[in-house]
């Protein structure tokens, strides 16, 4: 029973620092679009919050994304925290506990529940600290700029792929690694992970746009 409970805790604290880590290098690429940029690690926050408990998920979306806007951005956006962190808690919350066997429920909440976060943060930013925090105007089915017909259906399609693959094959995967294993990758990804922070925040080259 302990070694199972130490190969569990060993698996979930490599995985949430090789998220983690992932989410802040990918707040620092993103692809042009209409109206703005798609970053990339809107791509790893689903994979945390479909594949990982409420807390884990919390640690990867809300401070994975607060720390790449520290590193990579000349100011450190607060919102990031809440927004992505909330988006997070509340998909892994949903797919772990609610709706597990029901697909398109699944589907229209994790669009329902992130356009609804995403909106309620960006307006506060306009309506009590004015400012824009992104910006969908130009893009299909924009909301007021605030949120979009891609942003939301994207986190919906990504949700049910993580869920229904990745997670099952990435279950099946840990369990067949032996604990030594498990521990020497954590350790070694962990170190990676604080190496790329020191690195990130000593050589930082804001992205302007």
């Known amino acids: 029973m302990l070694k199972n409970t130490k190969r569990r805790t060993a698996i979930w604290l490599c995985t949430t620092a090789v998220l983690t880590a992932l989410n802040i290098a990918m707040s620092s690429f993103g692809v042009p679009v209409p109206g703005g940029h798609l970053y990339m690690n809107d791509i790893i926050i689903c994979t945390a919050a479909i594949l990982l408990d409420p807390l884990a998920a919390f640690t990867v ?20 925290l809440v927004t992505h962190g909330l988006q997070a808690v509340v998909i892994s919350v949903f797919s772990h506990y609610v709706l597990k066997k029901h697909p398109v ?24 600290f004015h400012m824009r925090l992104w910006d969908y105007r130009g893009l299909f089915l924009n909301l007021n700029g605030i949120i979009c017909f891609r942003s939301v259906v994207s986190f919906g399609v990504l949700g049910l792929v993580f869920h229904y693959l990745i997670e099952p094959l990435g279950e099946k995967l840990f369990r067949k690694l032996p604990l030594r294993g498990v521990v020497l990758g954590c350790s070694g990804l962990v170190l990676l992970f604080l190496i790329d922070c020191i690195l990130s925040a000593c050589f930082r080259t804001p992205i302007l746009y």
């Not at 979306?61 to 990031?80: H, R, W």
């Not at 669009?111 to 943060?121: A, H, N």
């Open 105 to 128: 429920l699944l589907f229209l909440v994790c669009v329902g529940i992130t356009g609804v976060v995403e909106y309620l943060i960006g307006y506060a930013g306009i309506r009590w």
């Open 61 to 80: 979306g809300g401070v994975g994304a607060f720390l790449g806007d520290l590193f990579f951005y000349p100011t450190p956006m607060f919102v990031s």
